[in-house]
């Protein structure tokens, strides 16, 4: 398994933009799927996106396609967020994850996670 510290969340006003980053430690980062999620207030947790292992796949959810974009940068052993755009809808907590898996297919499940940083987006 892999650590995971994420980094970037905050109270943004709408329209405005975030970057989240999620460092992991450990081993062979290149070899592990890695997604993001949130949570909200009274909501289950959901998927945002994710990026396979080659960074040749993404996925992304209805509710954030066009304004959400996942990157990694395997040097640096890190998965980022780029928010724009951001809706009150987005507030919630999000949760980096990781999963060790050299397939191109995103369906998976996790099974490391980070902490989550609240993400707040006031109208």
């Known amino acids: 398994q892999v650590q995971l510290v994420e980094s970037g969340g905050g109270l943004v006003q709408a329209g405005g933009s975030l970057r989240l980053s999620c460092v992991a430690s450990?081993?062979?980062?290149?070899?592990?799927?890695m997604g993001w999620f949130r949570q909200a207030p009274g909501k289950e947790r959901e998927i945002v996106a994710a990026v396979s292992w080659s960074g040749r796949t993404t996925y992304y959810a209805d509710s954030v396609k066009g304004r959400f974009t996942i990157s990694r940068d395997n040097a640096k052993k890190t998965v980022y967020l780029r928010m724009n755009s951001l809706i009150p809808e987005d507030t919630a907590v999000y949760y980096c994850?990781?999963?060790?898996?050299?397939?191109?297919?995103?369906?998976?499940?996790?099974?490391?996670w980070g902490q989550g940083p609240q993400i707040t987006v006031s109208s």
């Open positions: 994850a990781a999963e060790r898996y050299l397939g191109e297919r995103l369906d998976i499940k996790f099974g490391s």
């Open positions: 450990g081993r062979a980062f290149s070899t592990y799927a």
